[in-house]
Structures are given as structure tokens and as C-alpha cells.
């Protein structure tokens, strides 16, 4: 089978699953890389030619090589009934803490958003803790501002959930669907010619308002939805709440937030304060 069918099947298999764009991209990415590494055909390819490619991505972190046995093992296992990874050990997964914003900080990031449209995005990103993908896909059928609430659909796994819509927001949020409704456009933010705004454009917009705000940290999309998070459970909100609001489906990956939480840990009296008291 030539490189080329194999990718079309292993496409087409992950289409048929409900796999998200970013994951069908990830996959054909790392199967096509280890085809080419290895110069063979896919039925041709072996357990040794795993462990090579893997010891020449051997740089790269845990996440990722756990990501590429992924897509090589679903790859194989769809098309031609066979495991090359199968008795390959999986490295542990880092649990490295992410980069969070004071509220100051955000506040800074949002004034120095260059448009009334970027500022809408920043704020929303921060106020919803939706992912990039989520906020790329947000369409205007999915906004009740009646409810103050907007829908999620198919987010990552597939689920669906809801965000609340902040009263700071709303009535710049009804004006930006209703020029978006008027132009006959389906999604709340599109790019140049009424496409879907890219991802690349959203890290752009939030890097440069970092950069201008003099943020030092490293400042991305995502960084809003950590600082989302975090400030909800500095604020006393429930870890299960947050973990409902992020889309999480293992409680421990929202328990990360408890580790970086730095207000809550400020708040921790000293055994030695209390001793010397008495």
C-alpha cells in the first residue's frame, strides 16, 4: 500500500470515530513522519522502526511520544490487524504546572488589545475558560442571552457543556452576533471574508496584547483558560464546578489548579505564627 492510500484510510477511519480536526491532524502527521523516517511501506513497518523513529523523537516531551504511539497504534489496529507498538512502554505523562496570570495581569491583557473585537475575544476567552477550538466553533444558534448561557458543542471528547455568559459581556456579545447574523454568518467570530477565525489569529492577538501589556510570562490562549480556572477556585468555587466548566472528565486533571492556586496558599497560617500567639 502506498504512503499516500494508507493516510486516506487512517483519515477516513478517524472521520468515521469523531475524532476532532486536531486530533485527525496529529495522527496523519505522525504516521506519515514514521513512513518516511523508516522509508518503508506501511505493512512493511515494524516494531524496531517504532522504537527507532521514538528514539529519534526521543527530545520531545512525554505528552507527545504518548500522542505518536497513539496514532501509530490506532493507525495499524484499523487498517492491517496488526500492533507495531504493542509491547513499547509508554513514558509517564509530566504533570508541569502552567502558566497562570494574576487578575491584574489579565486586566492588562485585555486593555491592550488593539480592537474592539480582539478585546471582545480576550475577554471572552477569560471569562468562559474556553478552549481555542471552542471559541472558533461558537455559533450563533448556541448563544441564549436570555439565559445568560451559551452552549459548547462536541467539545474535546466529543461532550457537550455550557458557560455562562458574564453581564460585563452581554451587551457587547448581542452586538457582535447581530452584525455577525446580518451578514448572514453562522459562527460569532469569522476571519477575512466571513471565514472561521484561525487559531493562529487568536494566539496573535493575545501574544501582542501580552507583549504590550510588558506581561513577561509566557501569555497564549490557553494561559486565559488556566487563570480562569484558577481564580474561580481562589475565589471558593468548588472544585466540581470548575471541573463541569472546564469540560474535564477526570476530576484529576482540574486538582492540577489546586497545586498553583498561590492566593489560597498565602492564606495558610504558619504552624509557628499560631505557636508563638499562645
Known sequence: MKKEDFL???EIELRISKNSPYTIRNYLKANEELLDFAKK?????????????????????????????????????????????????RPKKERTLPDVLTKEEVLKLIENTKTWKSRLIV?????????????????????????????IKKAKGNKDRIFNIPNYLIEDLKRQAEEQKQKGREFLFTGREGKQISA????????LAAKRAGIKKSAHCHTLRHSYATHLLESGTDIR??????????????????????????????????LMKK
Do not use: C, W
Open 8 to 10: 486516506k484510510k487512517i
Open 41 to 89: 511501506n506501511p505493512e512493511n513497518i515494524e516494531q524496531n522502526d517504532v522504537k527507532s523513529f521514538l528514539a529519534e523523537n526521543s527530545g520531545k516531551a512525554s505528552s507527545s511520544i504518548i500522542l505518536i504511539l497513539a496514532a501509530i497504534r490506532f493507525a495499524y489496529t484499523s487498517l492491517l490487524q496488526k500492533d507495531p507498538t504493542v509491547s513499547i512502554k
Open 123 to 151: 475577554s471572552l476567552l477569560y471569562a468562559s475558560g474556553m478552549r481555542v477550538s471552542e471559541l472558533i466553533n461558537l455559533r450563533l444558534k448556541n448563544l441564549h442571552f436570555e439565559e445568560k448561557i451559551g452552549h
Open 200 to 207: 493562529q489569529n487568536l494566539q496573535k492577538i493575545v501574544r
Open 241 to 274: 464546578l470548575i471541573q463541569t466548566l472546564l469540560g474535564h472528565s477526570s476530576i484529576s486533571t482540574t486538582e492540577i489548579y489546586t497545586h498553583i492556586s498561590t492566593a489560597q496558599l498565602k492564606r495558610v497560617v504558619s504552624p509557628l505564627d499560631e
